[in-house]
């Protein structure tokens, strides 16, 4: 959650490309962050979900909620 305090950057991307194996708890600060976040109103996503992080992610529910906004979807996307 630091990360929210450090920065003034409206969004905020976790890059776990890099990622091989990803928890329940390492999930909820990742959430709690997008929380911390959200209250602040900026945006947190994720991005570079493969392997195990991708398939706990989607297990979730969380890949689409998470993802960056793009061009080709509605979830707000808008040219920065």
Known sequence: TDIVESTDAPTILVDLSRVQF????CVGVILQTR???CRRHRALYVEGLG??????FDALGLRTALTPPT?????GWRER
Do not use: E, L, Y
Request: avoid cysteine; hydrophobic fraction near 40%.
């Open 22 to 25: 990803i928890d329940a708890r």
């Open 35 to 37: 929380a911390n976040a």
């Open 51 to 56: 392997g195990v992080p991708a398939r706990v």
């Open 71 to 75: 061009p080709g979807n509605d979830r």
